[in-house]
């Protein structure tokens, strides 16, 4: 059962445009949305993250947008940058679960020069 | 910058063999996490830990495994007894007061656990 869905395995980007990365979910329990990256043998790296009372946080090139009605998130990187190429995992925590967190498979992004 | 660690980076044993895996959490983080990921498929929880014991487990997270925080810093995983499926990446994760609020986990490097 994916309560996280990431539906594209991968996107691939040309440097100094906009990569943007969706999530969906099923659960309306979950109160917090996440985005990590991941580079090969490394741990997932905390990205940016959400509250279900918000539909938009950003920092710095980073921006994730949140539709509660639509079950949506999405993670928009203005510009891609080749560093920016990796795996981004979209992860969410359900209410009162003690911090668990239910990730997506994750989207591998490649960013061109 | 303070960072979670993993021992070994590599496992390799033989199915029915104990596997304990290590992770040093970051020094004033209180709540403690496995996770795992096999090859090809999405990252998995297994187990919180806070405040010397177990908070949540999941339905991987069956007789065979076992967590315990042995001396105030390290935190282990262990398998009773090694089966094929437990091949996977293992992650340990730790969250902070400061964090818990966005639940901002952060992991370790992960152990490569190969039964065979």
């Known amino acids: 059962d994916q309560q996280v869905k990431q539906n594209s395995p991968s996107l691939s980007v040309q440097e100094g445009r906009i990569s943007i990365l969706n999530c969906d979910y099923t659960n309306s329990m979950f109160d917090y949305f996440l985005w990590y990256k991941k580079y090969p043998a490394e741990g997932p790296t905390f990205l940016i993250s959400?509250?279900?009372?918000?539909d938009k946080n950003e920092d710095g090139r980073f921006t994730v947008f949140l539709n509660k009605s639509a079950k949506h998130l999405s993670l928009h990187i203005v510009p891609s940058q080749p560093g920016d190429s990796a795996v981004y995992f979209c992860a969410a925590s359900v209410r009162g679960s003690q911090g668990n967190l239910i990730f997506g498979k994750g989207t591998k992004l490649s960013v061109k020069p | 910058e303070p960072e979670v660690t993993q021992t070994p980076s590599h496992q390799v044993t033989q199915m029915g063999q104990e596997v304990i895996l290590r992770c040093v959490p970051i020094?004033?983080?209180?709540?403690f996490y496995w996770y795992r990921q096999i090859l090809g498929q999405k990252v998995e929880f297994l187990v919180s830990?806070?405040?010397?014991?177990?908070?949540?487990k999941s339905e991987i997270f069956d007789d065979q495994f076992s967590v315990e925080r042995p001396d105030g810093s390290n935190f282990t995983l262990k398998i009773r007894s090694t089966k094929l499926e437990d091949s996977a990446m293992y992650f340990c994760a730790s969250l902070g007061l400061a964090s818990f609020l966005y639940n901002e986990q952060f992991f370790g490097p992960g152990t490569r656990l190969t039964v065979l």
């Open positions: 830990f806070y405040n010397n014991e177990i908070s949540e």
């Open positions: 020094s004033n983080h209180l709540y």
């Open positions: 959400i509250s279900s009372i918000k």
